[in-house]
């Protein structure tokens, strides 16, 4: 070991230098870059030219890393598609757990290992560690359902052997006793529920209340490792409570967050990637060059690792009909052994159940499954398809015009079109107008500058933004023009909530865009972060769509609800009732959908309880003299009573 390489500066620089150049150097030689990170790390570990000593840093490096890894694999599941796939997710996690164990058992009484040994060494192969989870999201493939099956097993996995070997070391430790399992099961359940449905309410309330990037980052940093912490405590391993907050954060943020991407960034960027280096560190090759013994236990120990998985995945594929891409790639996902099979040896290890040549056979099968899971993953992955609702983009949000003034002001706009934009594979366009006038070189300068703020603001490098300078008579003829020229599908404007002068609608520009265009407008008046909203209600008064226009009103505000990741309520008027629950009947949904009736006439005071929780849609169609009988002065009158976000969806035919 070179001393100097254990300085924090030398160190870090070493694993990061390793991390950056080895997925490099496999990628050249066609395999995945997971696989050259894991070689890298045998390469300097203890057992390779010993750079590294398996110490306390690396140790907790890689320990943050799996933390991350499980909780990415849980906030990358569509939760909506979790729950509607959870009996599905049930009976893999059954398959891949029941199989694996019962072999593992089997092996052990070969080995002869006493009946503990044989139990735990059973529940080391019953779990399966997400380690090329981060191919399928490059992929973009997460959403599939065959991958939240396996996603959602994982979890059922993993407390089971966490289960068995508090069961194993009560036994050990002469303190198996009901009472204690009891407890453990009913602290476990407790904890699951607090999670899965009181993390998202307490994220809604504190996004509600504090807006900002880093605020929301940290939120999410800290429920993180509060779950993973409070898993730990009760007697469970970190890494069910890490998935678990995954997945209860997937519920709390829209689905294209910029937040989301920071926290993923963070953890495939490094910690995630250090893990896996370490995983390469603490396996030792030349054991099976020292002992024949040793290579025969760990050709035993991989048999059970692979055939007990196939036999899992075949049996969950023929009974859903996956798919031969589905199938391999749930098997590749699901093969891999290491979150929790390497904590099980070692516990092993150290309580004399498992002797070192099962171990290191152990470590060897842990570093062949890291290789050949990322392999079939990488080979198989791109021929999946993702749910069919994502196969089509909405055309009606896929050229987005956001016209802006001041950005700061405007800023829950821009983040608006840019969840519907990156909902739809849509391209969001910021627009700014200056009056075409003698003298407006300061005005240009500006222009630019302001443009120059938006990507800033909006912090996301996943967002396809452009941004369009103008020069125009007036602000409406450079709106409209550049609608035309750039062939938008959808404007969304900012409404201050009252009219400008009394002889308009809803203001004068806001007008003279509406009823001077063929284009789609969505009109907010935008008071809360969007991060926060708890629901989508939209409104249907009597008469006010053409019945011919409720399925692109309803298709609108359904991607509406999934960009926010939010259910989606709709007040209808008796009239549309049939129309309404019609179209629900024939259309596929990932978010919750309700319908109520109104009775009587809207009373926009009564929609105050729901204050600054819900996103209010108000439909528009047709002319101005359509508008005026229809809806009236209801958005005004909304926005009066109603302090919470407000929009006006105005088709024009």
């Excluded at 750039?486 to 007008?511: E, F």
């Excluded at 505000?557 to 309520?569: D, E, T, V, Y």
């Amino acid at each position: 070991m070179i001393e100097q390489l254990q300085e924090p500066v030398a160190f870090f620089l070493l694993i990061m230098t390793i991390i950056l150049v080895t997925p490099l150097l496999s990628e050249r030689i066609h395999l995945p870059g997971i696989v050259g990170i894991i070689l890298g790390g045998m390469l300097i570990g203890p057992h390779g030219f010993h750079l590294l000593e398996d110490g306390d840093r690396i140790q907790f490096l890689s320990t943050i890393g799996l933390v991350y890894l499980m909780f990415s694999a849980g906030l990358e599941v569509d939760i909506n598609q979790f729950m509607r796939v959870r009996g599905r997710a049930l009976v893999f996690g059954v398959l891949t757990f029941t199989f694996p164990q019962l072999m593992g058992m089997g092996l052990g009484w070969l080995l002869g290992l006493d009946w503990l040994g044989c139990i735990l060494l059973g529940s080391a192969f019953a779990s399966h560690t997400l380690i090329a989870f981060p191919i399928l999201t490059r992929l973009g493939v997460t959403r599939n359902e065959a991958v939240a099956v396996t996603a959602g097993a994982t979890v059922l996995t993993d407390i089971g052997a966490f289960i068995i070997l508090a069961v194993v070391l009560g036994a050990k430790s002469g303190q198996l006793e009901i009472g204690y399992f009891l407890q453990l099961l009913t602290l476990l359940s407790i904890f699951t529920l607090l999670v899965i449905f009181g993390l998202p309410r307490l994220g809604k309330f504190i996004f509600q209340r504090l807006s900002g990037r880093a605020v929301e980052f940290q939120f999410v940093l800290v429920a993180l490792f509060v779950a993973a912490l409070t898993a730990e405590l009760i007697g469970v391993h970190e890494v069910v409570g890490a998935f678990l907050a995954g997945l209860a954060i997937n519920a709390t943020l829209p689905r294209h967050s910029p937040v989301t991407g920071h926290v993923l960034f963070m953890g495939e960027a490094f910690f995630i990637p250090v893990f896996l280096l370490y995983s390469g560190m603490i396996t030792d090759p030349f054991t099976f060059i020292q002992s024949g013994q040793t290579v025969i236990i760990a050709l035993g120990v991989t048999v059970v690792a692979y055939i007990s998985k196939f036999i899992a995945s075949w049996l969950t594929a023929r009974i859903y009909h996956y798919t031969r891409a589905e199938f391999w790639t749930v098997y590749g996902l699901s093969h891999a052994q290491a979150a929790v099979t390497i904590p099980t040896l070692v516990i092993g290890l150290q309580t004399g159940l498992f002797d070192t040549q099962l171990f290191n056979a152990a470590i060897l099968m842990i570093l062949l499954t890291s290789i050949t899971s990322p392999l079939l993953v990488q080979k198989f992955a791109p021929g999946l398809k993702q749910a069919s609702d994502e196969e089509a983009a909405s055309p009606l949000f896929g050229r987005i015009l956001v016209p802006i003034a001041s950005p700061h002001t405007q800023q829950y706009l821009l983040s608006l079109a840019n969840l519907l934009a990156r909902e739809s594979n849509g391209k969001v366009m910021a627009l700014n107008v200056v009056r075409d006038e003698r003298g407006q070189t300061l005005g240009i300068q500006h222009q630019k500058e302001l443009l120059e703020r938006v990507p800033e603001l909006l912090s996301d490098p996943e967002a396809e933004i452009e941004l369009i300078p103008r020069l125009a008579d007036t602000l409406s003829q450079g709106i409209l023009h550049t609608s035309i020229e750039r062939n938008i599908s959808l404007i969304i404007m900012g409404w201050r909530g009252k009219r400008s002068i009394q002889q308009t609608i809803l203001g004068t520009v806001l007008d003279e865009v509406i009823w001077g265009s063929d284009t789609p407008v969505l009109i907010g008046k935008l008071a809360y972060p969007l991060n926060g909203m708890r629901r989508v209600l939209l409104i249907l008064p009597a008469k006010v769509l053409a019945p011919a226009v409720m399925r692109r009103m309803l298709d609108a505000n359904f991607i509406l609800a999934r960009a926010l990741n939010a259910p989606l309520h709709i007040l209808a008027d008796a009239s549309y009732l049939e129309l309404v629950n019609e179209l629900i009947e024939h259309t596929e949904l990932d978010q919750p959908v309700s319908v109520e009736k109104m009775l009587g006439p809207l009373r926009p005071h009564e929609l105050e309880k729901h204050i600054d929780s819900d996103l209010l849609v108000v439909p528009g169609f047709g002319s101005r003299q359509r508008f005026l009988s229809s809806v009236g002065d209801l958005p005004e009158r909304l926005a009066a009573s109603f302090s919470g976000n407000l929009i006006i969806l105005h088709f024009d035919r």
